[in-house]
């Protein structure tokens, strides 16, 4: 922490991170043959093989469906500190597991996130946290806390915050509309990494 340049700079750099799935795994992982590729929506044999996949995650986990152990586990979301929050978004019934349909329509947003204003718009919906359309200064604080850990103190981090907020909040009501949000994405530290403009 002797290097306050680089630790402002880190957390949104470890953000970048997070959201740059397939870029990301590519480096680390071996391609497995369960891993969906990335075109823009699936062909009967992939939902076969979607299906035959859910069947086997949630058979392991009680037929409930998928848990979130079982999601944050997956080759496309392991090591993605938003993993949790994702597996959140898409729990469209609450109930802590993934039916097929919720399980199918994550696997197809991160599909679709291969495309700069599905991402966008995508990575919007995780800094919301509360899911009230504008992403506040809490929003901000909650999402990056998730990806920077213990890391930086909450003062360091909620200067960032305060920063980002400033710089990219138009209308002056302190929050990031997603069109204040998708100028914030397309410069400085979140741009390429995010890739929401290609
Ligand atoms: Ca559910
Ligand atoms: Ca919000």
Redesign the pocket.
Known sequence: MGNSASAQKGPLATANAGLSWRTQKKSDSTPSQDVIESTPEFTSAEIERLRRRFGRLAASQGDSGVSLQGFTRLPEFVGNPFAGRLFQLYDSNKDGFLGFEEFKEALTGFRRSQNAEEKCKLIFRVY?????????A??LFITLRMVVGRELSDTLLKDIVQSVIEGHDESGDG?LSLDEFRKLLSKGDFDTQFGCIS
């Open positions: 919301d946290s509360d899911g009230d359309g504008v992403i506040s809490e929003d929050k």
